[in-house]
Nanobody, 124 residues
Framework: QVQLVESGGGLVQAGGSLRLSCAAS????????MAWFRQAPGKVRDFVAA????????YYADSVKGRFTISRDNAMNTMYLQMNSLKPEDTGVYYC?????????????????WGQGTQVTVSS
């Protein structure tokens, strides 16, 4: 049983930073791709960033390039999202997700497992 548990959300002023964590358990993730999505109130769930567990190739939405960094710690089975220069439009619930296979996709329905989400609020 795969479990993904996010943590690290909170309230921060514009220009500030937060680091989200996603603790993964239940299986080996060596053949998985992992991703972060976010969902603002009344909006669809949007792709933020993704990483291949093996190899570590990373992918970002244009809106976060240069500000966010996705990474993973193989030994800890944990994925991270370092978010710098935060903007009010970054506000939302952030979810981590995983899918079998190394092909990265930005489409939420392609992901098999999801965490419960962590709230990020950026005040102006």
């Amino acid at each position: 049983q795969v479990q993904l548990v996010e943590s690290g959300g909170g309230l921060v002023q514009a220009g500030g930073s937060l680091r989200l964590s996603c603790a993964a358990s239940g299986r080996s993730f060596s053949s998985y791709a992992m991703a972060w999505f976010r969902q603002a109130p009344g909006k669809v769930r949007d792709f933020v960033a993704a990483i291949r567990w093996t190899g570590g190739s990373t992918y970002y939405a244009d809106s976060v390039k240069g500000r966010f960094t996705i990474s993973r710690d193989n030994a800890m089975n944990t994925m991270y999202l370092q978010m710098n220069s935060l903007k009010p439009e970054d506000t939302g619930v952030y979810y981590c997700a995983s899918k079998f296979g190394v092909v990265v996709t930005t489409t939420p329905v392609r992901y098999d497992y999801w965490g419960q989400g962590t709230q990020v609020t950026v005040s102006s």
